[in-house]
């Protein structure tokens, strides 16, 4: 029994040109009924007389986002795309792509098996396969290189960053730009065509290849590229292989076949399912399961932001980027002066790099104005207070901003860990007190933790959510605990670490495992990176007893040894560089520590390593749905690779967990209970699922939940 199919396509004429539209909202993916409708439309134009030309066209928005992602590991209906691109292809009649939106994926492919292609100026085209660990499978490896040549065709379908119009007629992938109607404008442009004998089909343009044909360089130049922007991932290698398969073989269809061979092997490929797992998770992590879709937003044309450190800069930025001007509230003028320099030399460096041009910055930079007083944030829609973590002075500012901003204002806090409820309480509108939790740099790191207070308002956070999208920041939403999601997950993988220092494994093998993982940075590197001395100072100055797992931490500070900034800390780095050399003079406090806490040292297996700190965020993940900070752990696997370098093509702890067996992570821990019981004590609900053989997934409902949430009685590790 055949399911309904999904999408359809529009048929209508114009004179004698057939207009195909692909009507499948809200973005037009090639679903079932769109790959009928085209095989359909297609052939019937051909056999209509008075037709003489096509266009192709999508409506909406888009023109077509690719093929339909939900349909991957499915069984699909209706034709296949190879069938209806064929139709277009070896149509007797011209067609030509009217794109008036986004042309991705197998959007891009359907325009390339197209005689003509014609964009607005707002059309935006790309190869985005490589982000879902796929590739391009529907002739993207065999057609764009034949337009473009491999190496440009190679940097697109590697980065899987789409280009503009602009750009797409500069390299030559599509051949004209409507500036006015573009069904119009494409109809002038068929007429002028009909008439001529043969059409361009891209398969027949060989030139470019044959350049190629013996220049390694092409080649090593991608996977250079991909060695050093895709890590780990399966899909890179094989895009590549295409494209030396386009290169070398004269027959066009003998490169299509590769391609479909290579297709394949990525389609079976688990890190495939990983990362359209992420695909789909971050689109569901923009949705609170409790708050309607139709929640009224709050207008946001103007921001503001307290404190112009390195976080209030690099959220000014983000305000700006997205359009919105900001304002930089700080009480000292030489803070101000320094903050704003600093902005305007990452928008220099930008334009130094060829990633903005000058007159883009002169915009955003525009946006951006230094204030000293809070009397100026009067008629801001929105402030996000950045300042260092200190809940009486953030107190005492949400106080001002209480006084200062117009009834209406959502009033934020970056803290990436304090008591929004605490810091709500002392204004008189805790129903548009929220956290909003960039990471740094956060002009660049795409995650926000949106932290919603027991008072935060449905139309507070649903705005805050949008302001996230406008930011093109991946959000997510967490209740108020400590050290929320990111951080609280955090503390069981960096407490692993320290302890497997402890019992005789190094920093340099610690790191190296984890990275051998996917782990962008390993947890060593990255203290040293922060800097060691941050918790030292704190200790000393609070006079804290200095937990087990920060001895060693602190006695390297006591060494003098604060990690990259002064050159030494785990590692030893030479003068202005970030890579890290060994310090065997660091063993003797080690093995000191170690024996001064009856900690035997042994040999310790990579595996082991990644386990017990992988196994941690795990665990912890667990605990942290059970009490519902986290909506489903989807949520959570898009903090850790949007803020924490966990490998994307593992697509995140929880689902790792998942792809493992809940089983087998629990024989794990079990193992590992013998060094720690209570560490290693499974979460209830993750002994639950197991012992259900199911998975993670949304988090129990409030009814179902065992612990009631909060910040008093939820404890990570001391902090
Ligand atoms: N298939 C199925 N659903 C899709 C989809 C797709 N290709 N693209 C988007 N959606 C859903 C999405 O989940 C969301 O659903 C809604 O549409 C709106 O999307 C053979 C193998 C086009 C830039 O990788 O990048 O072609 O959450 O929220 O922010 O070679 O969507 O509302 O239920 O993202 O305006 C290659 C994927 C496929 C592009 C629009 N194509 N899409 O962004 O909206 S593989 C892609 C996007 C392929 C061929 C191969 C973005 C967008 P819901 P949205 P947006």
């Known amino acids: 029994m055949t399911n309904e199919l999904k999408g359809k396509v529009n048929y209508t004429t114009k004179g004698n040109i057939a207009i195909l539209e692909v009507d499948n909202p809200p973005v037009n993916p090639l679903s079932s009924g769109v790959r009928a409708g085209l095989t359909e439309y297609i052939s019937k134009a051909n056999e209509d007389d008075s037709i003489e030309g096509i266009i192709l066209t999508g409506a909406g928005r888009s023109f077509?986002?690719?093929?339909?992602?939900?349909?991957?590991?499915?069984?699909?209906?209706?034709?296949?795309?190879?069938?209806?691109?064929?139709?277009?292809?070896?149509?007797?009649?011209?067609?030509?792509?009217?794109?008036?939106?986004?042309?991705?994926?197998?959007?891009?492919?359907?325009?390339?098996?197209?005689?003509?292609?014609?964009?607005?100026?707002?059309?935006?085209?790309?190869?985005?396969?490589?982000?879902?660990?796929?590739?391009?499978?529907?002739?993207?490896?065999?057609?764009?290189p034949r337009l473009i040549g491999p190496s440009q065709a190679l940097k697109m379908m590697l980065s899987?960053?789409?280009?503009?119009?602009?750009?797409?007629?500069?390299?030559?992938?599509?051949?004209?730009?409507?500036?006015?109607?573009?069904?119009?404008?494409?109809?002038?442009?068929?007429?002028?065509?009909?008439?001529?004998?043969?059409?361009?089909k891209v398969r027949d343009k060989n030139e470019k290849l044959i350049e190629a044909r013996g220049a390694d360089n092409v080649l090593a130049e991608a996977r250079a590229l991909a060695s050093k922007t895709r890590r780990g991932q399966f899909a890179p290698g094989q895009?590549?292989?295409?494209?030396?398969?386009?290169?070398?073989?004269?027959?066009?269809?003998?490169?299509?076949?590769?391609?479909?061979?290579?297709?394949?092997?990525?389609?079976?490929?688990?890190?495939?399912?990983?990362?359209?797992?992420?695909?789909?998770?971050?689109?569901?992590?923009?949705?609170?399961?409790?708050?309607?879709?139709?929640?009224?937003?709050?207008?946001?044309?103007?921001?503001?932001?307290?404190?112009?450190?390195?976080?209030?800069?690099?959220?000014?930025?983000?305000?700006?980027?997205?359009?919105?001007?900001?304002?930089?509230?700080?009480?000292?003028?030489?803070?101000?002066?320094?903050?704003?320099?600093?902005?305007?030399?990452?928008?220099?460096?930008?334009v130094e790099r060829g990633r903005m041009t000058q007159e883009q910055k002169d915009i955003v930079m525009g946006l951006i104005s230094p204030t000293l007083s809070y009397e100026d944030l009067a008629d801001v829609d929105i402030v996000v207070?950045?300042?260092?973590?200190?809940?009486?002075?953030?107190?005492?500012?949400?106080?001002?901003?209480?006084?200062?901003?117009?009834?209406?204002?959502?009033?934020?806090?970056?803290?990436?860990?304090?008591?929004?409820?605490?810091?709500?309480?002392?204004?008189?509108?805790?129903?548009?007190?929220?956290?909003?939790?960039?990471?740094?740099?956060?002009?660049?790191?795409?995650?926000?933790?949106?932290?919603?207070?027991?008072?935060?308002?449905?139309?507070?956070?649903?705005?805050?959510?949008?302001?996230?999208?406008?930011?093109?920041?991946?959000?997510?939403?967490?209740?108020?605990?400590?050290?929320?999601?990111?951080?609280?997950m955090l503390y069981g993988y960096t407490y692993q670490a320290n302890m497997l220092l402890l019992e005789g494994a190094l920093p340099n093998q610690i790191d190296n495992a984890l990275e051998s993982f996917g782990m962008s940075m390993g947890p060593f590197r990255m203290m040293d990176l922060v800097g060691l001395d941050l918790g030292w100072r704190a200790r000393k100055l609070g006079n804290i007893e200095t937990p087990l797992t920060n001895k060693i931490a602190d006695a390297l500070c006591e060494q003098d040894r604060f990690g990259q900034k002064n050159s030494k800390g785990f590692y030893n780095y030479s003068e202005g560089s970030r890579a890290p050399n060994p310090a065997p003079e660091n063993e003797d406090i080690y093995k000191e520590i170690s024996d001064n806490n009856?900690?035997?040292?042994?040999?310790?297996?990579?595996?082991?390593?990644?386990?017990?700190?992988?196994?941690?965020?795990?665990?912890?993940?667990?605990?942290?749905?059970?009490?519902?900070?986290?909506?489903?752990?989807?949520?959570?696997?898009?903090?850790?690779?949007?803020?924490?370098?966990?490998?994307?093509?593992?697509?995140?702890?929880?689902?790792?967990?998942?792809?493992?067996?809940?089983?087998?992570?629990?024989?794990?821990?079990?193992?590992?209970?013998?060094?720690?019981?209570?560490f290693w004590k499974p979460a209830p609900l993750l002994q639950k699922l197991a012992d259900e053989s199911s998975v993670f997934g949304e988090a129990p409902t409030q009814n179902e939940r065992a612990t009631k949430l909060s910040f008093k009685k939820t404890n990570i590790g001391g902090v």
Not at 262 to 281: D, K, S, T, V
């Open 64 to 144: 077509i986002a690719g093929a339909d992602i939900s349909e991957f590991g499915q069984k699909p209906d209706g034709p296949d795309l190879h069938t209806a691109l064929r139709e277009i292809e070896f149509s007797k009649k011209p067609v030509l792509a009217a794109i008036n939106g986004t042309a991705l994926g197998g959007g891009l492919e359907t325009a390339l098996v197209c005689n003509y292609r014609m964009g607005t100026n707002k059309a935006i085209v790309g190869l985005p396969e490589v982000n879902l660990g796929l590739l391009p499978g529907a002739g993207g490896t065999q057609r764009l």
């Open 598 to 678: 009856n900690i035997a040292r042994r040999e310790i297996s990579d595996q082991e390593i990644i386990d017990r700190c992988i196994l941690a965020l795990v665990n912890e993940g667990a605990q942290i749905l059970e009490e519902g900070v986290a909506q489903r752990s989807g949520d959570m696997d898009i903090v850790y690779i949007n803020g924490y370098g966990f490998p994307i093509w593992r697509g995140g702890p929880m689902f790792y967990a998942n792809q493992q067996g809940l089983d087998k992570v629990i024989e794990k821990m079990n193992n590992f209970s013998k060094l720690d019981e209570e």
């Open 385 to 488: 207070e950045a300042v260092y973590e200190n809940l009486e002075l953030k107190q005492e500012i949400f106080r001002s901003l209480d006084e200062a901003t117009n009834e209406n204002a959502i009033l934020a806090s970056n803290t990436s860990g304090l008591d929004i409820d605490a810091i709500a309480s002392v204004t008189n509108r805790p129903e548009k007190v929220v956290g909003t939790h960039f990471f740094s740099p956060a002009n660049i790191m795409r995650l926000l933790e949106v932290v919603r207070g027991q008072d935060s308002s449905d139309e507070t956070m649903a705005t805050v959510m949008s302001i996230g999208k406008r930011m093109k920041k991946a959000s997510v939403v967490s209740l108020n605990a400590p050290g929320f999601i990111g951080n609280r």
């Open 239 to 350: 895009i590549i292989a295409c494209v030396e398969a386009a290169i070398n073989e004269d027959d066009f269809d003998v490169g299509m076949k590769k391609e479909s061979e290579y297709f394949l092997e990525c389609l079976i490929n688990p890190q495939r399912e990983a990362m359209i797992h992420i695909f789909f998770g971050e689109r569901a992590a923009s949705k609170i399961s409790d708050i309607p879709k139709e929640t009224p937003l709050h207008p946001i044309q103007k921001a503001g932001v307290v404190g112009s450190g390195t976080m209030g800069g690099g959220i000014a930025m983000n305000f700006a980027n997205s359009g919105i001007p900001v304002l930089v509230l700080d009480q000292d003028e030489k803070n101000l002066e320094r903050g704003m320099g600093v902005i305007d030399k990452n928008y220099q460096m930008m």
């Open 160 to 200: 899987g960053t789409p280009i503009s119009a602009k750009k797409a007629l500069q390299q030559g992938v599509i051949d004209a730009i409507s500036e006015n109607s573009l069904i119009d404008d494409a109809i002038m442009f068929l007429q002028e065509k009909i008439g001529q004998s043969e059409h361009p």
